[in-house]
Structures are given as C-alpha cells and as structure tokens.
C-alpha cells in the first residue's frame, strides 16, 4: 500500500500531497515538513530509500523518492510494495506529467495542481497501483480533458 | 432566473480562478496569510452564489489551499453540492476536494451515499470511475455498507475501466465492511482470471493485501496464482505474486518446494532487476521454510548470496541498499554463507549513505562470533565516536548492545571487557538509550555473578563522578544510568571497596536534581550500604565510625524527605526514622548491624521478561468477573502505574560544544593523571595499563585522549575497554600456548606427528574459554507456564477483522444488503436454519480444537436434550395423527443420534485444504488456461481418479464431490459437501465394523486390506449436458441457482472449438421471456448479445458465464438463444451462427444445502408443506447408486439414510424447502415429499422421474 505521495520544491515548498489515510492538515504540513527535512540533507548520489519518517513511519514504512531538477516525488509505501517497482512508477508518473504538460516544468505543477491530481488519480487509487501502462494513462486522462471541453462549449 | 444566471456568468469573469489564486500568493510572499484570509472570504462569498460554476471554482481553489494547511472542512457542504452537479467537469472537482479533506468523522458524508450510487451507475464511465476514485479516499464504513453491494456489481461492469476501479476500491469496502469480504469473494476470486491485463493486475493487488495480514485464509488460492505465475508476462502482477508466495510459503512448505525451480528459472531469465529481487526475496523466503524440513538446498542458497553480493557490489546504490536488506533475511537461517561476505559488508559500514549503513549495521548481529566480536566492537565504537547525528549514533549503541547481548551473551567470552564498553557508551551525549545501557548493567550484574566485584567497582566509580554524566540535567537520558549503577552498589554493596565513600557519593545534595525514579533507587539503596557498613564496622572496637555514618545519612536524608516526589519522599521518611533508631540504639552499645542486615537478605532471581503474563490462572478464577459494582465511567480515568524506566520525553540536549584552548587541555590531561595515578582502584583493575600506554609510544598518553577533545567527559579512573581486549588477546594466547605445551606433552607421549596439523590452523570457537567460569544465572520462569507465545498481536489491527474463513460457504445472513424495495428475499428459514448453521462444522480453523471440543459438548447436550423432547412430542403427535413422512424422518433423525453423538467430532481442516493437498502432492503444473475445467476437476476431485484407494471405505452414495466441473465460485459449497462425506465415512467405518461379516454375501470381489468392498465405485456423472453442435463449436452448459441472490441461475457454458480455424468475436444472445431474462450490462438494450470475453484457438475449450434473472421458479421454462461467431481461417473469415434451446428445469433452482437430522425434522413437524409422491419402477441400480443421482442430477443431500430408507434435503433459491424420504424394495423406489410450493414439488419429482427412466 501507498500511504502517501508528496511531491515539493527544493525548498520545502509542497506541490502537490496526495494522503491515503486521514491526517489533519497540521499533521500533514509537518510530515510534508520533516519528509522534506529527511529527504533534502541526502546527497545525489545515495539510495533513494529511507527508513524511519518518524510522523508517517512505523518500522514497516518507508519513504521512496527521486529528485528531478527542482523537485522532489516522494512515496511512503509499505512493505507490501516493491522498491524497484515503485522508483519505475515515479518515473512513469513524471514521463506522463511530460507528456500531458509537453515538457512539464514546476510551474506547471504550481499552477494545475487539479490536472496534476487527475493524472495520479489514474495511477494510483485509494492508495494501491491502479495503473502502470503510459498510453493507458493518457489515454483516459485525454478522454477525461475531451469531456471538460465539450461540456465548456455547451 | 435566465436573468440570474447571466448575472452569475458575468460575476464569474471578474472571479479569481486557480491561477489567478496562486498568482497572488506567489505576489505576495511578505503577507502571504493575511492575503490568503482576504482570499477565504472571497471564497466564502463565492460559495453563497447559486452559480454551480463559482461554487465549483471556489471549491477548486479551496483544495489548493487545504495543500498549504489551511482547515477547509467548514466548506464541506459546498463540496458535497459541487460533486452532485450534472456536468463531469464540476463533478470532478468536488470529488477530488472531498478526497483531499472527507474523512471519517465528516458528517456530511452521510448525504453523499445517494448521489454517489447515482454517479456508480452513470451512463458515462468516467462519472464512474470520479466516484469510484473520490471514494476510495474516504469510504467510511456507512458507505461501505450501503454501497458494497453496487460496487460489486461494476466489478463485473463491461468496461474494464470500470472493472478495475472497482475491484480495486473492494479492498478499501472489506476493510471498512468485513462483512462483505464473503460475499464478494467469489466474484473477486474470477477476476484474477479476467481478460483484461488491467482488472487482473487489480484482483491481484487485492489479495495480495488481503493475503498479506492473513495468509493462511489464501492458501487454497496456491494453485491459482500459481498458473498465473507461470502465464503473466506482466512484471506488475508477477513481482506482486511473487511477493504474496513469500507470505504463504511459511504455511506451508511443500508449495516453496514447488516454487523454487520457477523462481530459480525466473532469477536465470528475468531482465528486471526489481523481479529479480523480488524472486530472490521469495526464493529466500522459501528456504527459510523448508530450512527444517529439506536438508540442504545449497545451491539455492549459493543462488541468491551470489545474485545478492553482486547487487551489493553494484554502483547503483538502490541496489546495493536492496541487497543488504534480502542479505539480512538469509542470515536468519542461513549465517554461515552470509558469512563469507563479512569483507563486502564491513566496507558497506564505510558508506556514505546513512540507509545503506544502517542495513549494513543489521547484517552485523549475524556476522559475529567469539573470535571477533571485540574487533568488531572496537570498530563500531570508532563510528559512534565519528558519527554525526544523534539518530545514527544511537543505532549504533543499540546494535553494540543487540551483538553483544545476542543469545544469552553468547559471544563474550570476558565480561570485564563488556562492562567497559558499557561504560564507554555512558559518556554518549543526548542519547535516547540510557535506560537500554541501565538494564544491559544490571543484567550483567545480577546473572554473571562471577563480575559482581568487577561491576560494583566500576559502578561506585560511574556514582562517584555522577558530576560528568550529569552535566546538562534532566534533557540527558543517559542519567538512567545512574539507576543501574546505584542499584549494584547497594544490592552487591559487599564487594564494595570503600563503602563509605560511595554512600557519600550517593546522599550528595546534587542527587536531589536527579529525576525521581532514579533518586527513589538512591535512598533505598543507600540503606543497603548502610547496612553494609554497620555490619563492617560493628566488628571493630571503636564504634564512633559506625555513629559517624548514622550521622550522616541522619544529615543527608532530610534533603530527600522534602522531595516532591512520592516515592522519593516516603521511603526517604521511612528510612530516616529507622536510622534515627539504630542512632539510638547504638547510643546504648547495642548490636543492631545483623538486624539491620536481615532487612535487605535473600537474594533477587532475575525473572524472565514473559513470565509474568504466563502464570497459568489458577483453577476457578475468573479474572474477568468484577470483585465490586463496575466503577462509574468517570472513576475509570486510571493512574497508570509509572513504569521504572520512564520513557523520557524526547528532549533534545544542547549540544555541548566547549571551547577549550590548549592550555586548558594540558591542565586536565595533567589533573587526570594525577587523578589516575592516586586512584587505588585504577591500577589494580588493570594491572596491565601500563603496556597499553608502551605500545603507543609516540602518544603521551591513553588513546581516550582524542575522544576527550570532542567529548570532555572521561569518567577518570574508569578502565578503557581496549585494555581488555589486549588482555584477553593475551590471555587467549596463554591459553593457546599451554594448550600447544600440552600437546606437546601429549605428543611426546604418544611419539606421533600428527598434532602439527592442530596448532597450525585457526583458532576454532570451541578454543576460546570465557575468562571466567560465566555462570549466567537463567531466567525464572513460573510453575506451569504456559507455553504460548503468540500474544504479540495488535488487537487494533484492522486486519483482524478481515481474517475470515473464505472456504466457507455463505451462509443466507451474509448476503450483502441491497437497497431495492424488492419483496424481502428469501423467506427467512424455519428456526432450525440458525441452529443447523451452528451445527454444520463451519467454525471458523482459527479456533481452538480445544474450544470446538467444547462447543461440541454443548450441541450435544442441547442435541440430548431436544431429543428427549422429540421423543415425547413424538408419542403426543402419533396418538394425534398419523403422519408418515414426518414420523419416519422423526425417527430416523432420533435412530441417528446415537451414531452421531459418537462421532461427532469431524476432522473439517482436511477436507477444506484437500483441494490444495492434491495440487501440491501431484497434480502436474498447469501451463495454460485451457482446458481449464478438467483442471479444476482434477484438483477438485481426486476421488474418481483412484477409485479403489479412496472409494475403498467411503461411503459411494455421496457422490457429490463429483460434480466437479461446476462453476468455481461453487467451488466451496463442495467442500462443505466433503465435510459432510467425512463425517459420513466415519459414520461408515462403523458401520463396517457392525455389518461386514454378513454384507459380503452379494459376491463382490475386490477385498481390500481385509475389508470387505460393500458398495461398488460410483460411475463417473455429469450435469453438463449438451446444448447445441456443429461441425465449428460445441456448447455443453450447466444450470446453477446463484447463492447470493434469489432470483438469479447462472448458467456456465463450456465452448469448444471443434475446427481448425480461430473462433473469435462470439456473441451469445437468448430472446428473453416474461419470467426469464439473460442480465445484459446497463446501457445496452434488451435484445442485444453479449460478448464472450474470450476466443478460441483451434481445439481449446473455455468456459463462460451468464446471468439470468427470473421471477418465478415453481415451473421449468426454455429460452431460445442465438451463439453468433467469426471463424477466422488464415485466408478467409466467415460469419456463423448457431441456435440453441436453454433449458432451466426446475431442479436447477435447487441448491445443494446440507441440514441435519433434527433441524428436518423440525421441518416436517412444522406443519406447513404440502406432500407428494412418486413411484419409480423397474430401478435396477444399487440403492446407493440411486441417491448419488437424485444429490448429483437434483442438488440434494442426504440427511439421513438407514438401510434402504433415506431423507433427503435441498432449498430453492427463493427459499423453499424441499424434502424426500426415499424407500426402496426390490426395483421400485418409492419417493415421498414434502414441499412448501406444490407446484415446484410436482415439477421436481417429474424430473426426478425421468432421471431414472433415462437410465
């Protein structure tokens, strides 16, 4: 299970923080702030796992995450997930965001954060994989953009 | 209104969007939150708008907002008004706002059930697949409940975009719902096998989960996931399989044998490194289960330790970190090849990265021995000096103390040596780990009894500078060591060397500074010493000492008496009165040191830590019944009782960073020195210091000097743990040498030369002798200990509410709710219905034998006690009228009760997991799905197949377990079936022993290990029959009630391809009826086909299923259908068609539904069925014979037989009951029934008939 997905700048500042169990937004600010902490303070060139988020943790959790340009995807995933398996979706995650945005940027996740929403919600449900396939992704995210503009000219 | 609106859209042009939201605060940074609550208002005041367009834009930037931390729960109706508009645009975003904020406890949830089942059965997928999504962030267990029964629905929706939501979101429903786990099953159970990659990726992911926290519930899914494994390309599902096949191979061994040549094979091939892993994870897994039973799978092992170092060794630190974590899983059952690694995983310790050298600091535990675990040590110790953050250092104290702890003290063979170290880590600042480091010391002290003086002299030195450890108060965790150490002072205060003076050490006014717990064990303690003292003294003649010390703890105690601690403050009181009157008496000269002593004799045990919690409950206590009246709600506020060891609150400690200059430096090496050399104590403890400071010539001084100048807080006069290891280095070597004299000696004695071979090798661990005679004192246990140990459990765990029996068959009550105002489903069953459901043997496995046993007795007593009624009642009803049926079956059901209550203990685990036995003892690895019902008819039945093994002594008249190409997802109702065949070959191998010596008169042959064969083997039976044929396909089908709903047959059709040619886009269509209707997805018409969801290649055969709903079930009905194909040749392809008759006979309304023998006989007594007979003349077939067909071909089951009389049971979807009493004498069969729907009796019995007049 996937228990929360964080995606910030290099300043801490959160993109987009998708949690799939309740928090309370006080809560939430703090481990999007200590994930943040945790996760800035490592080099480059380390592993992209790390144990022991006090807020989100317990010994079975763990934070999972890749550093694109000036941001941060952060996953915390339970032990039922695989690691490797979970560093592929990030990527595929940000490939899509690339197609659907051409070029994705950070501001384009500042400025649709909605659509950013829309594309995870295709990807991941409720916190379990709903969907690895790119084209598959896109497909319905496309199918799902064609409804909005139709339902705009009426 | 077309006014308002207009003025609505033009208000909205002037709106703030998203964009012009994040605009602004992006604008301004210097008074963001000010600009943000101008912003909330703006909102607000969008929100009273009727325009459901500014709603949903102010709810959209409202979700923005609940991302940066503002509360926006206050909006929650708005959001539950936005997600019911019309337009999927709008829609959307009220969804996802209510994702990212609904919870549980929002009450507005409560509105949302209608409109949600509303967007579930949109025509428009994607309204769909919004609520589906927007629910499963925050499903609540209401919702659950009310929805699970729609969602299950779309799991069989045509879209498999739908399909896959919603076996997903089923997950979250269970977890919410327990209830629905059984019902849903089945369903989500087929969509393993879905055609769509996506859906079965979902299924799955389900179980996966679901498998994950209860797997043994799983277990009989093996072979299914097992054909998966071996077909899916996808590396999604694989790696997730694979995963779930680590979690049950430790349930059962026999299925790791039978996955470790496909993972092996998968290791070999796979390009993927994350399924590579995941396969030597699970690999790993399998051999940690086999490891007692298999004796070696070496090259299995070599495998994964071989693939593991090289992703150790890889550049790719992911990799690395990955092979640490799976090399740490072996090193539990396999150390010795994790071992030869030692080299890789010292260096990884070097790492950079902190993750990988934590993983690195796991593999250690195992890779110490009694050689090298001081060089080890030394080498941590190093790292805790280096280390940087307070995180990573007190890992590192953990672990020295884990490896240095591990079994019992396995390892050390000088506990001097562990107890410097101990005290080594005292100087560690702001560490969370006193307490860890107190108890390892009063551990040691208490059950190595051999380093008590060691201990006591070290511990009087850690309370005489207690200064050093103290310095910053209070945030300082490692002051719990003082705990530890003034306990050992007391309790072992006769090895003291200057006894005074530690007590003097302990009644400082700074102790009064210390926390409570620990100066509450300094007072106590310090009556200890005291006693100690007197007793010394007491021999002396000048007693003016001993009067001196009483003065003094008289002097000191005061200071403690004013504590503002309890415990401090009444024990201080209390000793300081008991000292004023030894003072007294000591006055007087009069000896008081023995009766002081004998306050504190006897000696403490160490007790085990489980072994409170295992003092067996003595006989007739209840510990649940309450002693007085249950206290108010308010009275239970309790005060927990403090634990000794406190957890300290996290206080993080200023980091101490004196500056000091050289000079200063100099000054304190200087004073230490002095220090050290006045220290009696110093020298004698390590009469060898002096070699240490030689063999580091070019240093003035000790090695602690370094550490001293990072961490100014030597405890002076403490031995360095280095010192013992040069010792013990010496002392082994000692040993060695006296050892090699010896041999010599022996040599010489012997004049042989083949010692030279010992001395020149290693030393072994046997060679190394501990220091001293280490009497580690065990741990007591208390008499009768219970031996559990599986009491770790959370008992808050969701989990524990899913783990439910799957292999069960549902039961009416389970059904989920449904919401249609339809006449209430099945009548509810006559009152027996609960019983017979109590008396079936479904308890859950999870219980106890011993509770089952229990739970037996009762039934049984209740069973004696409601025949003694019967009986009674019986005599009453016989006077009244005469009824035959139910007089019979009355007595057969009392004539049984003798048998049953002898053999009313079923061994029901062995039939739920036979299915699963027969796949892992042999069936052969299915390699496709094809012919995939003679599969699971081979699982299923093992019984055809050796009919003179199994059928040797089972009763044949049960035939049941031979309807096996049934649907799956009736799969557990047959297990149930073979529970209740068990019991009855139990019942029959009585029966042999009663019978046998004069049933063998009818010249049957087959003699089997001395018993005589009564009844021949069943032939084979089938209730697929043919319903139509051509030269292209063949079609059988078979017609079942649906369990979950009563007005719904599923009829599962078998397609076989009988061309050379490619048989795809089938289309099955039947011209519905009145009373019947094939159930078609929503959206499409009531005359259109339905897709076959697969093709088939030349010659392969595959089952489908489909759903009729039909109204009434007293008359037999025919449907006309239509099959419409392509046949697809290389080079052409055509279309083609074949018509068919569906058949529902009435039988098929019938389900198989065991009862037993007192709940039928409530039945018939109860007065409302109507009866009927049949007379079947010219059956030439064994009796036994006659009642497997009437179970297999009419879906009963026997109740109760008796010679050549049997009553038999089964139910009608819509609840009728339906029961027989068949007699046979001499070719005529004579069937008497009882019904409560005439007309269905009638219908049934003429089909009965004509089963018989086929044969």
Not at chain 2, 308 to 313: S, W
Not at chain 2, 996 to 1008: A, K, L, R, T, Y
Request: net charge negative; proline share 5%.
């Amino acid at each position: 299970m996937i228990k929360a997905i964080l995606i910030f700048n290099n300043h801490g500042k959160p993109r987009l923080s998708k949690f799939y169990e309740h928090y309370n937004e006080d809560t939430e600010q703090q481990i999007i702030r200590e994930t943040f902490h945790l996760v800035s303070k490592r080099d480059e060139n380390v592993c992209n796992f790390l144990e022991g988020g006090m807020l989100i943790g317990g010994s079975d959790y763990k934070l999972i995450y890749r550093h694109y340009a000036t941001l941060y995807f952060v996953f915390c995933v339970d032990s039922s997930e695989s690691e490797l398996g979970i560093l592929d979706l990030i990527q595929v995650f940000v490939e899509t965001l690339d197609k659907c945005f051409e070029n994705v940027c950070e501001l384009d996740l500042i400025f649709h954060v909605d659509k950013v929403h829309n594309i995870l919600a295709e990807m991941v449900m409720g916190g379990m994989v709903l969907e690895t396939n790119m084209n598959e992704i896109i497909t319905q995210v496309d199918a799902q953009n064609k409804m909005e503009k139709s339902e705009v000219i009426l | 209104m077309a006014l308002k609106i207009v003025k609505g859209s033009i208000d909205r042009m002037f709106d703030k969007n998203l964009q012009d939201l994040v605009r602004g605060i992006r604008n301004h940074k210097e008074d963001e939150a000010k600009y943000i609550s101008t912003c909330i208002d703006e909102i607000k005041q969008e929100l009273k708008q009727d325009n459901i367009a500014v709603k949903a834009n102010a709810v959209c930037k409202l979700t923005y907002l609940q991302m940066l931390g503002y509360d926006v729960s206050w909006a929650a109706f708005n959001i539950v008004e936005v997600m019911s508009s019309s337009k999927f645009t709008y829609k959307r975003i009220g969804y996802l706002a209510a994702s990212q904020c609904f919870h549980e406890n929002t009450d507005v949830i409560m509105l949302t059930t209608n409109q949600i089942r509303k967007d579930l059965s949109s025509p428009n997928q994607y309204d769909t697949g919004v609520a589906l999504t927007g629910l499963s962030c925050f499903v609540t267990p209401d919702l659950a409940r009310d929805l699970a029964n729609d969602i299950m629905t779309l799991m069989s929706h045509t879209k498999p975009y739908i399909r896959k939501k919603a076996v997903l979101i089923m997950y979250k429903v269970f977890l919410k719902y327990p209830e629905s786990l059984r019902p849903a099953f089945p369903r989500l159970k087929e969509k393993l096998e879905d055609p769509d990659p996506g859906v079965q990726s979902a299924a799955v992911n389900v179980i996966c989960e679901l498998a994950r926290r209860n797997p043994k519930n799983y277990l009989s899914l093996a072979p299914l996931f097992f054909k998966l494994m071996t077909s899916s390309t996808n590396n999604w599902v694989l790696i997730k399989i694979i995963k779930l096949f680590g979690a049950l191979t430790p349930l059962e061994p026999r299925l790791g044998k039978k996955l470790i040549e496909p993972l092996t094979n998968l290791i070999h091939s796979t390009s993927a490194m994350s399924l590579l892993y995941e396969c030597v994870n699970t690999v790993i897994a399998v051999l940690i289960s086999l490891s007692s039973g298999m004796p070696n799978h070496s090259a299995s092992i070599q495998l994964c330790v071989q693939k593991l170092r090289i992703l150790i060794e890889d550049s790719d630190q992911n990799l690395k970190y990955l092979g640490l974590l799976a090399m740490s899983k072996i090193l539990k059952t396999h150390p010795k090849s994790v071992q030869s690694h030692k080299d890789l995983i010292l260096q990884c310790l070097d790492d950079k990265d902190e993750s990988i050298r934590l993983r690195a600091l796991d593999l250690l535990y195992g890779m110490v021995s009694k050689k090298n675990l001081m060089e080890i040590v030394k080498k941590l110790m190093i790292h805790v000096d280096k280390a940087e953050g307070t995180t990573y250092r007190d890992e590192l104290l953990t672990k020295i103390i884990d490896i240095c702890s591990q079994s019992n003290y396995q390892y050390i063979t000088n506990f001097e040596w562990y107890i410097s170290i101990l005290v080594e880590l005292t100087r560690l600042e702001g560490t969370r780990h006193g307490h860890l480091i107190a108890s390892q010391m009063l551990d040691v002290a208490i059950r190595v009894k051999a380093i008590r003086v060691f201990a006591v002299a070290q511990m009087a030195t850690l309370l005489d500078n207690a200064h050093l450890l103290t310095g910053n108060m209070q945030r300082n965790g490692i002051c719990e060591v003082l705990y530890a150490a003034a306990w050992i002072c007391g309790e072992f205060s006769e090895h003291l060397e200057n006894p005074v003076q530690t007590l003097e050490a302990m009644l400082r006014p700074k102790v009064a500074t210390l926390p409570g717990h620990i100066q509450a064990v300094y007072v106590q303690n310090a009556a200890k010493l005291f006693a100690t003292i007197l007793k010394n003294q007491e021999g002396n003649t000048d007693s003016t000492a001993a009067q001196e010390t009483s003065q003094m703890m008289i002097d000191r105690l005061p200071l403690f008496v004013q504590s503002a601690n309890l415990e401090v403050q009444e024990r201080a009181s209390c000793i300081l009165q008991l000292v004023k009157y030894i003072q007294k008496l000591q006055q007087k000269d009069v000896e008081v040191a023995e009766e002081v002593s004998a306050l504190f004799a006897g000696e403490l045990n160490p007790v085990a830590p489980k072994a409170q919690k295992k003092v067996p409950v003595p006989e007739g206590l209840d510990l649940d019944a309450w002693i007085n009246e249950p206290p108010s709600e308010s009275e239970s506020e309790d005060e927990q009782p403090k634990a000794i060891f406190t957890k300290e609150e996290p206080k993080h400690s200023r980091p101490r960073h004196t500056e000091v200059d050289e000079k200063e430096l100099a000054r304190r090496r200087e004073a230490r020195k002095q220090e050290q050399a006045n220290n009696p104590f110093y020298i004698k403890a390590s009469p060898s210091s002096q070699k240490v400071y030689q063999e580091a010539p070019g240093v003035e001084h000790i090695p602690v000097v370094q550490i001293d100048l990072s961490v100014p807080l030597k405890v002076p006069g403490l031995p360095m743990s280095d010192q013992y290891v040069k010792l013990e280095e010496e002392r082994r070597q000692k040993e060695r040498a006296e050892k090699k004299k010896k041999e010599k000696k022996k040599r010489k004695e012997k004049r042989s030369g083949r010692g030279k071979k010992h001395d020149s090798g290693p030393e072994s661990e046997e060679d190394i002798t501990p220091a001293h005679v280490v009497d580690i004192v065990t741990e007591e246990m208390p008499e009768n200990a219970l031996p559990s140990d599986d009491d770790d459990k959370d008992p808050n765990d969701p989990h524990k509410a899913l783990d439910i029996d799957l292999d069960k068959p549902l039961a009416d009550s389970e059904k989920l709710p449904v919401r249609s105002h339809r006449a209430a489903g099945a009548p509810k069953s006559p009152a027996e219905d609960g019983e017979a459901e109590n008396a079936t043997p479904q308890e859950p496995k999870k219980k106890s034998s011993k509770e089952k046993r229990d739970k037996k007795k009762d039934k049984e007593r209740d069973r004696k006690r409601s025949k003694e009624e019967k009986k009674k009642k019986k005599h009453k009803r016989e006077e009244k009228e005469e009824d035959l049926l139910g007089g019979q079956a009355e007595e057969a059901a009392v004539q049984s009760e003798e048998t049953k209550e002898v053999e009313a203990q079923p061994s029901s685990t062995s039939a739920e997991v036979s299915d699963l036995d027969f796949w892992l003892s042999n069936a052969p690895v299915p390699s496709n799905t094809q012919e995939a019902a003679t599969v699971a008819a081979a699982e299923a039945d093992p019984a055809p197949e050796a009919p003179a093994g199994t059928a040797a002594d089972s009763e044949p008249e049960e035939p049941k377990d031979t309807e096996t190409e049934e649907s799956k997802s009736s799969k557990h109702k047959k297990k149930k079936q073979k529970k209740e065949k068990e019991e009855k070959e139990k019942k029959k191998k009585k029966k042999h022993h009663h019978h046998h010596h004069h049933s063998d008169g009818g010249g049957e042959e087959s003699v089997q290990n001395g018993t005589v064969e009564e009844e021949e083997p069943l032939p084979p039976m089938s209730n697929y029959c043919l319903l139509a044929e051509n030269s292209y396909i063949k079609m059988v089908c078979d017609i079942q009630g649906n369990l979950q709903d009563g007005s719904q047959v599923v009829v599962s059709v078998i397609f076989e391809n009988k061309s050379d040619s490619f048989l795809k886009s089938m289309e099955f269509n039947v011209l519905d009826s009145l009373n019947s209707k094939l159930q078609r997805p929503e959206g499409s018409g009531p005359h259109d086909g339905l897709t076959v969801p697969f093709q088939l290649p030349p010659g392969v055969s595959n089952e489908a299923r489909f759903v009729f709903t039909v109204q009434s079930i007293v008359m037999p009905q025919k449907l006309k259908g239509t099959l419409t194909f392509i046949v697809k040749n290389e080079d052409s392809s055509t279309h083609e068609k074949l018509d068919f008759k569906l058949h529902f006979t009435c039988t098929s309304y019938l389900i198989t539904t065991p009862c037993y023998s007192d709940a039928f006989a409530k039945l018939l007594e109860s007065g409302d069925l109507k009866s009927s007979s049949v007379r079947l003349e010219g059956v030439n077939m064994p009796f036994h014979h006659l009642l497997a067909r009437i179970c297999f071909h009419h879906h009963f089951s026997v109740v109760e037989r008796i010679n050549s009389c049997a009553s038999m049971y089964s139910r009608s979807i819509q609840g009728h009951h339906v029961c027989l009493l068949v007699k046979t004498s001499a070719q005529t069969v004579s069937i008497d029934a009882k019904c409560d729907e005439p007309t269905l009796l009638g219908n049934v019995l003429d089909e009965i008939k004509q089963t018989f007049s086929q044969c």
